[in-house]
Nanobody, 123 residues
Framework: QLQLVESGGGLVQPGGSLRLSCTASAFTWDYYAIGWFRQAPGKEREGVSCISSSGISRNYADSVKGRFTISRDNAKNTVFLQMNSLKPEDTGIYYC????????????????WGQGTQVTVSS
């Protein structure tokens, strides 16, 4: 069973930055493709970004392209989501998820999900 833990959320002003981390304890961490999702109150969950197991392939939602960067450090069993130029519409609970294959897109299904970390962008 792979357990994912997100961290790095918080309250930030518009235009600010946050870096989210997704960490897991797994000997086979570098086997998994990782996706980041978010869910705002009253809205459906949406895919934000995803990265292949090697880190070579990455995808982004149009709404975050040029502002968010996904990366991974397999030696530390961690995937990062660097979020710059944050907007109020980026507010939500951010989840990371893992699956054992890269499909070229970030859409579910995923095999494992974290509990989420809250991101609030407000002045």
């Amino acid at each position: 069973q792979l357990q994912l833990v997100e961290s790095g959320g918080g309250l930030v002003q518009p235009g600010g930055s946050l870096r989210l981390s997704c960490t897991a304890s797994a000997f086979t961490w570098d086997y998994y493709a990782i996706g980041w999702f978010r869910q705002a109150p009253g809205k459906e969950r949406e895919g934000v970004s995803c990265i292949s197991s090697s880190g070579i392939s990455r995808n982004y939602a149009d709404s975050v392209k040029g502002r968010f960067t996904i990366s991974r450090d397999n030696a530390k069993n961690t995937v990062f989501l660097q979020m710059n130029s944050l907007k109020p519409e980026d507010t939500g609970i951010y989840y990371c998820a893992a699956r054992g294959s890269w499909r070229g897109r970030c859409d579910p299904p995923y095999d494992y999900w974290g509990q989420g970390t809250q991101v609030t962008v407000s002045s």
